[in-house]
């Protein structure tokens, strides 16, 4: 039997995007965009203003932007890869959103992200502590221009 694969991912600039488009490309998996309800502009965006969106809701724990809708599909996946820019050293509040929206029991969780320079250790830790019930398999970070070969036989490790 063949697993069930997932890739959902969140992408404010269009890198994390097109990572995850490529994944899925690579593994037959189908692919699902974690999009707030209400986009985030370029002036949400700007991590230098603490008073921008972005900012605002990564001083606060307890944000969980609201997601446009609830159609992802982890139900039906056995393994669910989960993509993100890394914002302030970890996963953007909007992931926070995304695993309490759905229910991951008996799947297999996969972090990637994309950052400047920020290792996705910290953001996988900070997951793993907040979501005990779910089975985070570790995650990566990849950088633009990532080969398909080297996408691939990553995630095979998780899918075979």
């Known amino acids: 039997m063949s697993k069930k694969i997932l890739v959902a991912y969140f992408s404010a ?3 994390t995007a097109s990572i995850a ?3 899925a490309a ?3 998996a189908d692919i699902y965009e974690i999009a707030p309800k209400n986009r ?3 002036e949400d965006l700007n991590w230098q203003n ?3 969106r972005s900012s605002i809701e990564m001083k606060d724990i307890t944000s969980r932007p609201e997601l446009a809708d609830g159609n992802a599909g982890v139900e039906g996946a056995d393994v669910v890869f989960i993509g993100f820019p890394i914002w302030w050293y970890t996963a953007p509040h909007i ?3 995304f695993l309490e929206e759905y229910e991951f029991s008996g799947k297999h969780v996969v972090l990637f992200a994309t950052s400047g320079g920020t290792d996705i250790d910290k953001s996988v830790k900070d997951l793993q502590n907040t979501y005990t ?3 985070f398999d570790g995650g990566k970070k990849f950088n633009v221009g990532i080969s398909r070969d080297e996408l691939k036989n990553w995630a095979n490790k998780y899918i075979q």
């Open 26 to 28: 690579e593994i037959g």
């Open 133 to 135: 019930r779910i089975h």
């Open 21 to 23: 488009n490529q994944l």
């Open 40 to 42: 985030y502009t370029s």
């Open 13 to 15: 600039s269009g890198v």
């Open 95 to 97: 992931i926070n959103s």
């Open 50 to 52: 603490e008073f921008s």
